[in-house]
Structures are given as structure tokens and as C-alpha cells.
């Protein structure tokens, strides 16, 4: 195994050690509700595990027993006390950890007549964990050993069972008829449960808890049985194999396979890249100017996404909103994962839905170029279960969080008809409006126009319930014509396609919509290349005059005249030197001519005489000149015929050439100029400035790059073509004989964890479901169970929402099943919760090098974190730390608080760097609860407890109640504190009668107080993703307990969430001379006006008479002060 992998490993298995410790949270199953009661049991009870007296119409249907109940504070002992726990270790356990209240060893289903299901055993991995870690230390805690004792145990409760058979046959004989678990054999249960884990409850606790689920009467009592424990003849011979599940933890199998894939070499990538953070080096800054290069670029048309969501044309992506599309759906075109950091109000939802619109429009390319919408499955594989071919899948999008409203709101929302612009589109409307057309109590109801879905986009699951509630309404749930209007009538899927055109040609009708859909992409590409031709225009001549455009061949061009001018030089002088040598033959010559008439008379010659000898040699010299002249003369006329005079004509074409060319360019750049100021016409406003600082300026950030209400409109008419396109595929391949009703019958078993088959059609069947319904949420906590039997890469694309809320493991099953995944959340919002203590988490930390200190700590860090380290594009932001945080690609326009919110959550969190998107800074006048401007309402007093101070716990709940007074409803705001005590506190004073008494009010009822305070009042975290005009913020604290309130001023964080849930008005409750010289508070107490309370009240007094007045002129002023 490689370090790399080592590390990877070390990582896994830190957090899957964690897990060991989680708690089951029993008091959330000990409330009494009307379809369940919970019956406490203690040790050495002789009582029958029964329920006597069911409610009214109802009967037993079966139970849920846990077993070996004990308190979770046990935890605290597993790591002995450190002397360096500081005061802040101590308040984050106080507000985090989840170490009080009762939690158990396990559970054990048991059917109406009380017999056990030992096939639905649940063992808590938390006494196992405490048990093995007092014998052997907490480093021998691994999943190797946790599996060996989980294989023992169920041997064990392999033998328990076969005994407790034995006795009763003993007994009763071969027909045993009362199966019943006895109330000794629970004791024997825990004390079985006991030995196994090394741990002992006290038998101060109670022993059990009963949890007993009744159902109507009119189902029969086979109905009733338990699904496992019911038998065919076949069966009753075949001994079912017990394998224990988990009952404390939702993660802990899914990182045990992960840890299985690192073993075995097999690391996912997306996986692989959420566990390796890169390094400084390999990340580019988008705050620097090299980043703002890379945002520019990342920005051209071509990499813009085809498919739009159909919003209103008018409204544009934000820069950097656009930015993170293009750059996560290019980074992405494989594999792996990319952040997105998106602080309150910033668009992350917007930014999700085209990224949606995106794959939907690619997928429908695939169909668009099949012959017929058959090949859209594989030739050559039997069964009755059709596989697509590989170009169809890969676009699977699963959304998930840990926050269940979250991953919800986004499902939910996106079917809704006020979630698009228009009414042109619809997609399987029927289908969807058959499963909304229900209230909670299964009623059929009326929708509003914004709550009337316009398709089946997307699809809330999860929880098994949410899965089975999808299959009735879309498969079963059949609406009476005579019940509903035909044109709006919910239809099922089988309905819908009997129903839809019964007479139409579906081939035709599909070749139709694929024809389309070319013809929508068409228009598309065509502008988007248009926009490309100009941006690439604009690129290649910016900067550039004629002169500057022309400069490399003005400078051959004068290159190749000096040439002309050296080769028409060398032959004007070779030539001038030809003439000379030509004068010098002739002149010689004539020399010899004359010398010749010179010679000596004959007989001198003939006798040699000296005259003759001299003349002799006259003639020789002269003939030798001749001849070398002669020579000369000759080699530079071929030197002048074969080299200098092709030279001068070699070099005057050269010059002809270049000369060419030079006009060329300025032909081309004429050109271009003439096509750039056309194109300037059309799309110069929305291409990026030359000037990077440019793109600071709020108005670049708000309105991006290349948005036109023509292109977006052709965009969004191209993904309606898309689901168009869809909708015709599945309406032709429904049919019978058509391929895909078979997929469609076995999606029931598989959403409802029936199908019994392999992982490849498994995994086929989500596939086809995917074809149907393109989204699908999920939290973090069901994907195990509801992806169960399909492996790595099985999902297209993944996108968790509100990831900085999420602990990093609660990530790793969904990021190992998924091919690509996208991050969405701001880890300058409230931190995850994790409910262990500090020094459990340091002492497992530090058993290995890759996870000492906190980088991979769930109590510090989120899967936003995790996720942000490995993205290349990011930024770097002061937190409050000594260095500042990575964070992945930000979103910067903010489109939800007005001031003084905006202005101190960006100055506190965001260093400045976010960009107002609102129409006005300002509130102008709206409805109650109005009580005037944001302000702090200045108000020290004593703690009473640890940070709670009964002055602004009494002064909040008299604000509550006397509004309560005068409008006969609770006020629409939230109540935030950074401590559970405030909260808790609160909630205990609205629910006193003094608090209703002192003013004479009469008492709402309990359920509405407790209904109120439990959805309006809370920590931060009760609020994290949520929004309303008005909060209060109560903070506590005193000089005594200082500590604690520089704890909640350590990071920006609950402030800022605090503040960011606020849209138009913020009240601050507390000491300012205290809290207003802390971190990130000093900007509140700079910005915010401060008031007395009764000053406070007596303006909210004035403001509730004016607003009375001007709604009621005529009517005189009833409304009772506040006090």
C-alpha cells in the first residue's frame, strides 16, 4: 500500500472509531405519539411485554424493544480528564456534545404477538466501544475487531434463540404456540448483551424501553405480522440467517466499505480527492489578478451551459455564480469533485437548478441521436430488465445534506410552477400533481397556482417511508375521474400512459421531439458561437491599433526593401567593375597593338639583341594582362548573371510579397474592426472590461458576463425541448412491448429495499428511475439504506447542500458511490454538530500521525471544509484564526438581508468581498412584528445557572407575550442565543403563567406555546439554513461567566448566522459594555444604535399606534402598551 493510501486509510478509520462512540438518542424515541406508546420497564419486572389497551379503533401491530438502557455521560469516563481542557473545551462540549440522557445497547423488533425478530436485531456500537476500550485502550478499537465480536454475537443470539425454542417445545410439544419473549429472557437479553460487550449498564436505570405501534383494525391479523417474520410453507424449514445491523450510527458501514475500496486499491476519485487537500502551490486565488485571469476565461461563451433553467430571461447568473457553473461542469466532465462556497442569500439553489438543466439537456442530446427509442437499451442482455446503453447514464443527480429541510426544500421546491417563468413547460404534470395532491393525512386537496407542480423534476426519498409514499402516489394511487376535473385530474405513471393521446403515433411523436430539439440546439449553438467569434474577436485585437496589428509584416516588409536595395547595390557595383575590367582589355590591347608596330627590325630579333629581348618581354606582359583580365572578366559575368542578377529579382519578389501581405493586413484588420463593431452592437455590454479591476465592481459581479434575454430564452426553450424530448421517449417505451415497462413494474421492490437481484441490475433499475425522475434527495443518514446494493461510481453527479453543516464522514458514502460531485455550503456558518466529547476526539485523533491535531476532526472541521482543500479554485479569508481558511469557489452577490445586517456579516465573515444584490439598503414600513429599527438593546444583569440572564429572558418573553396581546398570534420571528440554556430558559418563561398573569393576558394553550418555541426559538443550529424579517438575538452572560461569551465571539460564526437569518431587522439582547468589545460584536456595537429598554419600548409603543392608525384612521387607538 502507497502513503497516500496509508493516509487515506488512517483518515477513514479515525472516523469510523468516532463512529464506535455516537449514541443512540433514546428520548427521541420515548415520546408518547397517537400511532405509538412507550412503556418503561425496569430490572427483574415480572410484567408481560404488552399493551393493554390500545387507543380507540386501533390494535397492537407490533413492537420495538431497547434493551440495556443506560445514560450516555459514560462516554465522558472513556478518556480520563486532562489538566489542559480549557474553559472553551468545556463550553463546546456543553452546547455540542450530546453526553446527557439515556441511550442503550441495543433493539430488537417484536411482532404483534411479542415474539422477536432476531433477523431485525440493532446493536449500539457504543458499549462494545466503552466495553473494549477499559480492557485494551482505545487504539486497539478497529473495524476488523468490531466485525469478529459482531460475528460472535450473532452466534450467540443464534444459540438464545434455538434454546428459548428448545424450552418451549419441552414444554408445549412440536407446536409451540406462545413465541412470546418472557420477561426473563429480556433480562437475559441485556446480561447476554453485557458479557458480549465488556459493559454493564447499572441496574439503577430502567432495564428497557417498550416502544408499541398500533395500526387500524380493519387490517387482518396476518396483515399485521411483521414482513420478516412471516413464513412460507417453503420457508418454514430454512433457518434465516441473523445479521446484526446498526442501531447508534448512520455512517459507520458505509465508511467500512470505504475502507474496504482503500484497502483493495479501488479509491473512488471523488473519494480520493475529498481525502487529499492540495497544496498552496497547486490552488490559484480568484482574489489575486491571476485568478481574476482564470475567472475571465472560464467565463467565455463557449463554456457556457446550453440548457437554462427557465427562469425570467431578464435576471442573470452573478459573475461568480456563473463562474462556479462553467467551472465545476468543466472540471467535472469525468470525475471528482468541486466546492462551492455560498453564503446566505447568494444563489446556491439558482446555481444548482441550471447545473440540473444542464445534464437533463446533454442526456437529451443521446436520445436525440437514436434512430429509434429502443436503442436506447443494451442488445444482447436477457431478463426482464432492460439496461441502458452507457451514453444515457452518468447523469444521475442525487441531492443530500445532512439537514433534512434542506435537501427537502430543494426536491420539493423545484416541481413547483412558481420555480419557473411561464406556463408553456410541462414534464409527467399529472404524475406530479398526483404526488402533491395530498395533505399529510392522505386527503385529497385543491393546490394553490404556486403549489400546482408544472413536472416530476425531482423527487423527495431518504427515509424508507418517503420511498414508499413515492411508489403508491406515482405507481398506485388512483384519482376517480368522477372526482376531479379531466383537464387537471392526478394521474398515475401507468395512467398517464394509457391516458396521454391514446390514438398518437408515439415513433412519430418521438422523432417529432427529437427533431425539436436538434432544431432548439441549433439556434443555441449559433448564438453561443456567434457570442465565441466575438469574444475571440475581441481577445485577438485588444490593445491593438492598425499600426500595432500590422507591425510584424511592416517589419518584413522593410526587411525585404533593404534587401532589394543590398542586391541591386552588390550588382550596380559588380557590374561598374565589369565595365572597368572590359576598359582595361582594350586599353591593353591597344598597348600591344603598338607594341607590336614597335618591334626591332628583324635581324636584332634574330640575333637576340638586347632591344629585341626587352620587346619580347613587353609583349609576354602584355599578353599575360590580356589574359588574367580576361579571366576576371569572364568569372564576374557569370557571377553577375548567375547570383546577383536572380538575387535582385529573388529579392523584389520578396518585397512584392511581403508588400502583399502588409496590405492583407490591413485589409484583415479593416475587416475585423467592421465585424467587431457589428458584433459590439449585440453583445459589447455584456463582454468582460480589458481592465481586470473591472471586475470588482458591483455591477460586473451582479450581471456576469454574456447574458442577452434573447439567449436565455432560446437556453430555456432548449431544455423544454429536453424534457420534451424525455417525456416522448418514456411515453413510446412504456408501451407495452416497448422495453421499459418492465424496469418501471420492479421499480416498486426496489425503492422499498424488495428487489432481490444483482448489483448490475440494481443498478440498472436506478438508472431507468433516473429517466423518469431526474433529481432525487436523500439525507446523508438514508443513502446507505436507500442506495443499498449499488457500488463505486454508480451516481452521476452529487450535490450536497449545507455542507458546512455536515460532519466529513457523514460524506463518504454518498461521495464513493457518485462519479462526480459538487459542494455546496459556507463554512462561516454554524459549524457541524458532533456530539462527543473533545478529549475523546483528541485521543483518537492522535493514534495516527494523519489525523493528529484537528484537520480531520468532525467537532472542527465540515465536509465543506474537506471538499474546499481540494478544489483548485478558491480564495483565501481571514476567520478569526492565525491563518486564513481556504474556502472553494465563492458566490458574491447577496440577495437576502438589507442593512445593518449585510454590511456586518460581510464585514465580520466575508472581509468585505460580498456585493449588494438588493434594490435598496433600507426597510421601508411592512407588517407587524415591527417594533423600529435594528438596534442593541442594551441590558446587563446577572446569570443565573451558567449563561442565562433572567433581565433579557424576562424582557423577551413580555415583548413575546404582549405582542401575543395585541395581534392574538405569536409573532413570525426568531428568538436565536448562543447558549441551549437562553433557550431553554425562554421557552420555560413563555410557558410560566406569570409571564401571561403579570399583564392580565389570558394563556395560549401549551401545544401552541410548545409548537411555537420549538420551531421559533434555539441556538444557532436550530436555524442554520432558514430565514425570516425579524430576529432577536438574547446574549447572556455576565462578567463572572466573561468566558463564556468570549467562547461565542472566538469565531465569526455564531454571529453571523445569527445575523444572516435576519431580512430586514435584527435586535441584540445583552451587556454591551460586555459583549460589544468582543471580536466580530465591536463591529455590531459600532453599526448598530443602542437603546434602553424602555426606550425600545416606548418607540415599538409609538410604532404599533402609527401603524394601527394608518391601517384603522377612523377607528380610535385599543392596542395595550407594552410594559
Not at 51 to 64: D, I, L, N, Q, W
Not at 138 to 148: D, G, K, P, W, Y
Not at 771 to 800: C, D, E, K
Amino acid at each position: 500500500m502507497t502513503n497516500s493510501d496509508q493516509h487515506l486509510l488512517d483518515k477513514l478509520n479515525f472516523w469510523h472509531k468516532l463512529e464506535f462512540f455516537i449514541p443512540f438518542d433514546l428520548k427521541s424515541r420515548a415520546r408518547n405519539q397517537d400511532n405509538y406508546k412507550k412503556l418503561w420497564r425496569s430490572y427483574q419486572d415480572t410484567s408481560p411485554l404488552r399493551f393493554a389497551h390500545p387507543p380507540k379503533g386501533m390494535e397492537v401491530a407490533c413492537y420495538t424493544l431497547f434493551l440495556g438502557v443506560f445514560d450516555k455521560s459514560e462516554i465522558k469516563n472513556v478518556v480520563p480528564q486532562q489538566n489542559n481542557h480549557s474553559e472553551d473545551d468545556e463550553l463546546d462540549d456543553e452546547q455540542g456534545a450530546d453526553v446527557e440522557g439515556e441511550t442503550c445497547m441495543a433493539s430488537i423488533e417484536l411482532t404483534s404477538d411479542r415474539a422477536p425478530v432476531f433477523e431485525d436485531f440493532q446493536i449500539s456500537t457504543l458499549p462494545w466501544a466503552i466495553g473494549q476500550s477499559r480492557a485494551t485502550g482505545i487504539s486497539s478499537l478497529s473495524s476488523e475487531a468490531f466485525n469478529l465480536a459482531r460475528s460472535r454475537l450473532e452466534k450467540e443470539l443464534r444459540n438464545f434463540s434455538a434454546k428459548r425454542l428448545d424450552k418451549r417445545q419441552e414444554i408445549d410439544g412440536e407446536d409451540v404456540s406462545d413465541l412470546s419473549l418472557s420477561p426473563d429472557e429480556v433480562d437475559d437479553l441485556i446480561d447476554l448483551l453485557s458479557d458480549w460487550s465488556g459493559f454493564r449498564p447499572s441496574t439503577d436505570q430502567h432495564a428497557a424501553l417498550l416502544e408499541v405501534r398500533f395500526q387500524k383494525k380493519k387490517f387482518s391479523k396476518k396483515a399485521d405480522q411483521s414482513d420478516k417474520s412471516e413464513a412460507t410453507d417453503e420457508d418454514e424449514d430454512v433457518e434465516t440467517p441473523i445479521e446484526i445491523g446498526i442501531l447508534n450510527s448512520f455512517y459507520i458501514e458505509d465508511i467500512e466499505s470505504a475502507i474496504k475500496l482503500v484497502q483493495a486499491g479501488d479509491t473512488p476519485i471523488a473519494l480520493r480527492q475529498y481525502l487529499s487537500p492540495l497544496l498552496n502551490e497547486e490552488r490559484i486565488d480568484l482574489y489575486s489578478d491571476a485568478g481574476q485571469k482564470q475567472i475571465i476565461e472560464a467565463l467565455c461563451p463557449r463554456q457556457m451551459n446550453a440548457g437554462r433553467w427557465p427562469t425570467n430571461p431578464v435576471h442573470a447568473m452573478s459573475l461568480m455564480q456563473q463562474f462556479a457553473i462553467n467551472t465545476g461542469l468543466n472540471q467535472l466532465r469525468d470525475e471528482g469533485i468541486f466546492s462551492v462556497n455560498g453564503p446566505p442569500g447568494t444563489g446556491k439553489t439558482t446555481l444548482l437548478r441550471d447545473i440540473i438543466a444542464e445534464n437533463i439537456t446533454q442526456r437529451a442530446a443521446v436520445l436525440a441521436s437514436l434512430d429509434k427509442p429502443e436503442n436506447a437499451f443494451q442488445t444482447g442482455k436477457r431478463g426482464k430488465i432492460k439496461h441502458l446503453i452507457p451514453e444515457l447514464t452518468g447523469f444521475e443527480m442525487v441531492v443530500t445534506s445532512s439537514n433534512n429541510a434542506a435537501v427537502e426544500n430543494i426536491s420539493r421546491d423545484l416541481p413547483k410552477g412558481e420555480a419557473i417563468w411561464g406556463h408553456d413547460l410541462q414534464y409527467l404534470q399529472p404524475v406530479a400533481h398526483n404526488i402533491v395532491a395530498r395533505d399529510k393525512n392522505g386527503k385529497r386537496r385543491e393546490l394553490s397556482d404556486d403549489e400546482y407542480p408544472w413536472g416530476l423534476i425531482a423527487a423527495t426519498m431518504g427515509r424508507k417511508s418517503n420511498r414508499s409514499q413515492f411508489v403508491n402516489k406515482v405507481f398506485f394511487d388512483k384519482v376517480l375521474k368522477s372526482a376531479w376535473p379531466d383537464d387537471k385530474r392526478p394521474l398515475t405513471l401507468w395512467e398517464w400512459r394509457s391516458e396521454t393521446a391514446p390514438d398518437l403515433d408515439k415513433q412519430q411523436n418521438f422523432w417529432q421531439a427529437s427533431a425539436a430539439f436538434k432544431a432548439a440546439q441549433a439556434k443555441v449553438n449559433a448564438t453561443i458561437s456567434e457570442m465565441q467569434a466575438f469574444h475571440e474577436l475581441n481577445v485577438l485585437i485588444s490593445g491593438h491599433t492598425e499600426e500595432s496589428w500590422c507591425t510584424s509584416v511592416q517589419q518584413l516588409t522593410d526587411k525585404r526593401h533593404l534587401s532589394v536595395v543590398d542586391a541591386e547595390s552588390q550588382l550596380e557595383t559588380a557590374t561598374q567593375e565589369h565595365q572597368k575590367l572590359r576598359s582595361e582589355i582594350d586599353d591593353l590591347v591597344v598597348e600591344g597593338q603598338l607594341i607590336e608596330k614597335a618591334a626591332p627590325i628583324w635581324w636584332k630579333r634574330l640575333l637576340i639583341t638586347q632591344e629585341a629581348r626587352a620587346h619580347k618581354e613587353r609583349q609576354s606582359q602584355n599578353a599575360e594582362a590580356q589574359i588574367e583580365l580576361r579571366r576576371k572578366t569572364k568569372q564576374l559575368s557569370s557571377h553577375i548573371k548567375e547570383t546577383l542578377s536572380p538575387s535582385v529579382d529573388l529579392a523584389a519578389t520578396a518585397l512584392k510579397g511581403a508588400m502583399n501581405r502588409l496590405k492583407e493586413a490591413r485589409n484583415d484588420w479593416r475587416s475585423k474592426i467592421d465585424i467587431h463593431s457589428k458584433l459590439e452592437e449585440q453583445f459589447g455590454a455584456i463582454s468582460p472590461s480589458r481592465n481586470l479591476s473591472d471586475l470588482e465592481e458591483d455591477k460586473v459581479q451582479i450581471r456576469g458576463f454574456w447574458h442577452t434575454q434573447n439567449l436565455a430564452v432560446l437556453r430555456s426553450d432548449l431544455f423544454k425541448a429536453a424534457l420534451r424530448l424525455h417525456e416522448a421517449w418514456l411515453l413510446t417505451v412504456s408501451q407495452t412491448g416497448g422495453g421499459f415497462g418492465g424496469n418501471l413494474g420492479e421499480l416498486n421492490n426496489l425503492l422499498t429495499n424488495k428487489h432481490d437481484d444483482s448489483p448490475e441490475n440494481c443498478l440498472a433499475l436506478w438508472q431507468s428511475l433516473f429517466m423518469v425522475v431526474p433529481v432525487i434527495s436523500s439525507t446523508f443518514a438514508s443513502i446507505v439504506r436507500q442506495f443499498n446494493g449499488i457500488g463505486t461510481n454508480s451516481i452521476g453527479w452529487l450535490f450536497i447542500d449545507e455542507a458546512g453543516q455536515a460532519v466529513p464522514q457523514a460524506a463518504v458514502g454518498a461521495l464513493f458511490r457518485a462519479r462526480r460531485a459538487i459542494v455546496i455550503g459556507d463554512p462561516l456558518q454554524i459549524e457541524p454538530v458532533f456530539t462527543l466529547p473533545k478529549k475523546l476526539i483528541s485521543a483518537l485523533a492522535n493514534t495516527s500521525p494523519a489525523t493528529v491535531g484537528s484537520d480531520y476532526s468532525p467537532h472542527m472541521v465540515s465536509a465543506q471544509v474537506l471538499a474546499d482543500r481540494a478544489n483548485r479554485f478558491g480564495a483565501y479569508i481571514s476567520t478569526g484564526d492565525d491563518e486564513p481558511t481556504w474556502i472553494g469557489s465563492p458566490l458574491r452577490v447577496h440577495r437576502r438581508c438589507i442593512d445593518p445586517m449585510f454590511s456586518i456579516a460581510n464585514k465580520i465573515a466575508y472581509e468585505d468581498q460580498m456585493v449588494f444584490g438588493m434594490p435598496s439598503r433600507s426597510s421601508e414600513p411592512d407588517q407587524a412584528p415591527f417594533w423600529g429599527g435594528s438596534c442593541w438593546i442594551d441590558l446587563p444583569g446577572t446569570v443565573l445557572g451558567s449563561q442565562a440572564v433572567p433581565a433579557q429572558i424576562d424582557f423577551v418573553a413580555h415583548l413575546i407575550a404582549d405582542y401575543y396581546h395585541q395581534f392574538e398570534k405569536f409573532p413570525e420571528i426568531y428568538v436565536i442565543s448562543p447558549f441551549k440554556e437562553v433557550e431553554e430558559r425562554l421557552a420555560d418563561k413563555l410557558h410560566s403563567p406569570g409571564i401571561w398573569s403579570d399583564s392580565g393576558l389570558v394563556k395560549p394553550k401549551r401545544g401552541a406555546i410548545a409548537d411555537w418555541t420549538s420551531k421559533r426559538v434555539g441556538t444557532v443550529h436550530t436555524f442554520q439554513g432558514k430565514e425570516e424579517d425579524t430576529v432577536i438575538m438574547i446574549l447572556g452572560a455576565d462578567e463572572k461567566r466573561e468566558g463564556a461569551a468570549r467562547w461565542a465571539a472566538s469565531k465569526p460564526n455564531i454571529f453571523n448566522v445569527a445575523l444572516t437569518r435576519a431580512k430586514r431587522r435584527f435586535y441584540l439582547v445583552g451587556d454591551r459594555a460586555l459583549w460589544g468589545n468582543l471580536p466580530f460584536f465591536q463591529e455590531a456595537a459600532r453599526t448598530l444604535p443602542t437603546k434602553d429598554p424602555q426606550d425600545f419600548l416606548n418607540s415599538a409603543n409609538r410604532e404599533w399606534e402609527r401603524q394601527e392608525e394608518a391601517s384603522s384612521p377612523a377607528l380610535a387607538v385599543t392596542s395595550s402598551k407594552i410594559c
